[in-house]
Protein backbone atom coordinates (compact mmCIF):
# COMPACT_ATOMS: atom_id res chain seq x y z
CA UNK A 1 0.00 0.00 0.00
CA UNK A 2 1.55 3.57 -0.86
CA UNK A 3 1.91 6.30 1.41
CA UNK A 4 0.42 8.70 -0.57
CA UNK A 5 -1.53 10.30 1.42
CA UNK A 6 0.05 10.37 4.55
CA UNK A 7 3.13 11.97 3.28
CA UNK A 8 1.35 15.08 1.94
CA UNK A 9 -1.08 17.97 4.13
CA UNK A 10 -3.98 17.09 2.09
CA UNK A 11 -4.78 14.49 -0.84
CA UNK A 12 -7.69 14.63 -3.07
CA UNK A 13 -9.28 11.05 -3.65
CA UNK A 14 -11.10 10.38 -6.73
CA UNK A 15 -15.02 9.71 -6.41
CA UNK A 16 -16.53 7.05 -7.90
CA UNK A 17 -18.22 8.47 -11.25
CA UNK A 18 -22.18 8.63 -11.37
CA UNK A 19 -24.28 7.24 -14.52
CA UNK A 20 -24.43 10.33 -16.86
CA UNK A 21 -27.88 9.97 -16.92
CA UNK A 22 -28.38 11.71 -13.34
CA UNK A 23 -29.21 14.86 -14.31
CA UNK A 24 -31.89 14.12 -16.77
CA UNK A 25 -33.49 13.67 -13.38
CA UNK A 26 -33.15 17.44 -12.51
CA UNK A 27 -33.02 18.95 -16.03
CA UNK A 28 -36.74 16.49 -17.50
CA UNK A 29 -38.58 17.58 -14.79
CA UNK A 30 -37.91 21.71 -15.34
CA UNK A 31 -38.65 21.14 -18.93
CA UNK A 32 -41.47 19.48 -18.13
CA UNK A 33 -42.76 22.28 -16.29
CA UNK A 34 -41.61 25.08 -18.89
CA UNK A 35 -43.29 23.26 -21.38
CA UNK A 36 -46.71 23.20 -19.86
CA UNK A 37 -47.93 26.92 -20.13
CA UNK A 38 -47.10 27.26 -23.51
CA UNK A 39 -48.76 23.98 -24.88
CA UNK A 40 -51.64 24.67 -23.07
CA UNK A 41 -51.54 28.21 -24.61
CA UNK A 42 -50.93 26.52 -27.89
CA UNK A 43 -54.09 23.94 -27.98
CA UNK A 44 -56.06 26.50 -26.88
CA UNK A 45 -55.46 28.36 -30.08
CA UNK A 46 -53.72 31.63 -28.64
CA UNK A 47 -50.05 32.20 -28.59
CA UNK A 48 -47.77 29.89 -26.32
CA UNK A 49 -45.53 33.26 -25.16
CA UNK A 50 -47.09 36.91 -24.97
CA UNK A 51 -44.36 40.06 -24.08
CA UNK A 52 -45.58 40.10 -20.09
CA UNK A 53 -43.22 39.47 -18.07
CA UNK A 54 -45.63 36.69 -16.44
CA UNK A 55 -45.30 35.21 -19.71
CA UNK A 56 -41.33 35.01 -19.51
CA UNK A 57 -41.09 34.26 -15.54
CA UNK A 58 -40.61 30.93 -15.18
CA UNK A 59 -38.57 30.63 -18.69
CA UNK A 60 -35.76 32.87 -16.87
CA UNK A 61 -36.35 31.77 -13.43
CA UNK A 62 -36.44 28.10 -13.78
CA UNK A 63 -33.16 27.52 -16.10
CA UNK A 64 -31.20 29.80 -13.39
CA UNK A 65 -32.54 27.07 -10.25
CA UNK A 66 -31.61 24.41 -12.70
CA UNK A 67 -28.24 25.86 -13.48
CA UNK A 68 -27.69 26.31 -9.73
CA UNK A 69 -28.49 23.18 -8.79
CA UNK A 70 -26.21 21.24 -11.57
CA UNK A 71 -23.22 23.34 -10.38
CA UNK A 72 -24.43 21.82 -6.45
CA UNK A 73 -24.21 18.69 -8.13
CA UNK A 74 -21.04 18.90 -9.39
CA UNK A 75 -18.87 19.56 -6.24
CA UNK A 76 -18.25 16.07 -5.38
CA UNK A 77 -15.14 15.87 -3.66
CA UNK A 78 -13.06 13.44 -0.67
CA UNK A 79 -10.28 15.19 0.70
CA UNK A 80 -7.96 12.94 2.90
CA UNK A 81 -5.42 14.68 5.75
CA UNK A 82 -3.73 13.66 8.29
CA UNK A 83 -6.00 14.35 11.51
CA UNK A 84 -9.70 13.85 9.15
CA UNK A 85 -11.36 13.02 5.98
CA UNK A 86 -13.11 15.92 4.49
CA UNK A 87 -16.09 15.48 2.09
CA UNK A 88 -17.69 18.08 -0.02
CA UNK A 89 -20.93 17.42 -1.64
CA UNK A 90 -23.19 19.71 -3.23
CA UNK A 91 -24.68 21.95 -0.66
CA UNK A 92 -22.69 20.68 2.24
CA UNK A 93 -19.45 20.03 3.66
CA UNK A 94 -18.41 17.74 6.61
CA UNK A 95 -15.25 17.03 8.21
CA UNK A 96 -14.56 13.51 9.88
CA UNK A 97 -11.84 13.47 12.74
CA UNK A 98 -10.25 9.75 12.86
CA UNK A 99 -10.67 9.44 16.05
CA UNK A 100 -14.11 9.48 15.38
CA UNK A 101 -14.25 6.57 13.24
CA UNK A 102 -14.98 3.15 14.19
CA UNK A 103 -12.60 2.15 11.15
CA UNK A 104 -12.43 -1.73 12.73
CA UNK A 105 -16.20 -1.72 11.92
CA UNK A 106 -16.03 -0.28 8.55
CA UNK A 107 -16.43 -2.15 5.43
CA UNK A 108 -17.59 -1.82 1.69
CA UNK A 109 -20.82 -2.51 0.48
CA UNK A 110 -22.78 -3.15 -2.54
CA UNK A 111 -26.47 -1.86 -1.54
CA UNK A 112 -28.15 -4.36 -3.79
CA UNK A 113 -26.64 -7.43 -1.66
CA UNK A 114 -26.87 -5.40 1.46
CA UNK A 115 -30.28 -3.09 1.96
CA UNK A 116 -29.77 -2.67 5.27
CA UNK A 117 -26.90 -0.20 4.94
CA UNK A 118 -29.22 1.57 2.74
CA UNK A 119 -29.98 5.31 3.37
CA UNK A 120 -33.67 5.95 4.27
CA UNK A 121 -35.32 8.92 4.67
CA UNK A 122 -33.23 12.21 3.49
CA UNK A 123 -33.54 14.91 6.26
CA UNK A 124 -31.70 18.00 4.68
CA UNK A 125 -29.82 16.72 1.29
CA UNK A 126 -29.66 16.46 -2.10
CA UNK A 127 -31.01 13.02 -4.36
CA UNK A 128 -31.98 11.61 -7.48
CA UNK A 129 -31.72 8.35 -8.59
CA UNK A 130 -28.41 6.71 -8.04
CA UNK A 131 -27.13 10.04 -6.41
CA UNK A 132 -27.12 11.04 -2.41
CA UNK A 133 -25.81 13.88 -0.55
CA UNK A 134 -26.29 15.17 2.81
CA UNK A 135 -28.14 14.47 5.98
CA UNK A 136 -29.97 10.71 5.61
CA UNK A 137 -31.93 8.97 8.26
CA UNK A 138 -30.69 5.06 8.33
CA UNK A 139 -32.34 2.00 8.86
CA UNK A 140 -30.75 1.40 11.86
CA UNK A 141 -32.32 4.75 13.47
CA UNK A 142 -29.22 6.27 13.33
CA UNK A 143 -28.05 9.24 11.10
CA UNK A 144 -25.73 9.31 8.07
CA UNK A 145 -23.91 11.43 6.25
CA UNK A 146 -23.75 10.95 2.56
CA UNK A 147 -21.74 11.09 -0.54
CA UNK A 148 -23.21 8.39 -2.73
CA UNK A 149 -22.61 8.19 -6.51
CA UNK A 150 -22.29 4.01 -6.91
CA UNK A 151 -24.90 2.19 -5.22
CA UNK A 152 -22.70 -0.92 -6.05
CA UNK A 153 -19.53 0.24 -4.06
CA UNK A 154 -20.13 1.95 -1.16
CA UNK A 155 -17.81 3.06 1.77
CA UNK A 156 -19.83 2.82 5.45
CA UNK A 157 -17.89 4.26 8.22
CA UNK A 158 -19.48 3.89 11.31
CA UNK A 159 -18.95 6.54 14.21
CA UNK A 160 -18.57 6.45 17.73
CA UNK A 161 -21.41 8.35 18.36
CA UNK A 162 -23.78 6.48 16.49
CA UNK A 163 -24.32 8.10 13.12
CA UNK A 164 -22.48 7.11 9.89
CA UNK A 165 -20.49 8.29 6.78
CA UNK A 166 -21.46 6.32 3.68
CA UNK A 167 -19.37 7.56 0.46
CA UNK A 168 -18.44 6.32 -2.76
CA UNK A 169 -14.71 6.46 -3.47
CA UNK A 170 -13.28 5.27 -6.84
CA UNK A 171 -11.35 2.86 -4.56
CA UNK A 172 -13.03 2.22 -1.47
CA UNK A 173 -11.08 -0.94 -0.33
CA UNK A 174 -8.07 1.21 -0.95
CA UNK A 175 -9.15 4.17 1.17
CA UNK A 176 -10.24 2.51 4.26
CA UNK A 177 -6.76 0.60 4.15
CA UNK A 178 -5.19 4.17 3.61
CA UNK A 179 -7.91 5.24 6.75
CA UNK A 180 -6.56 2.46 8.81
CA UNK A 181 -2.96 3.35 8.08
CA UNK A 182 -3.53 6.56 9.40
CA UNK A 183 -5.17 5.54 12.23
CA UNK A 184 -2.18 2.99 13.16
CA UNK A 185 0.53 6.34 13.10
CA UNK A 186 -1.59 8.17 14.59
CA UNK A 187 -2.01 5.86 18.12
CA UNK A 188 1.64 4.80 17.87
CA UNK A 189 2.99 8.85 17.96
Not at 42 to 51: I, T
Not at 144 to 169: A, E, H, K
Amino acid sequence: MSSRHTSTASSPLKVAAPTSSLLFWLWAPLLLVLSIDPLIQLFAGKPPFDASINSWGGWLVLPLVGGALTLAYLRRELRLEPQQLTIAATLYTRRVPLSSMRLDRARVVNFAENPDFKPGMKSNGFQFPGFRAGHFHMKDGGKGFCLITDDSRVLVIPLRDGNSVLISPEQPRALLEELKQLADSRNRA
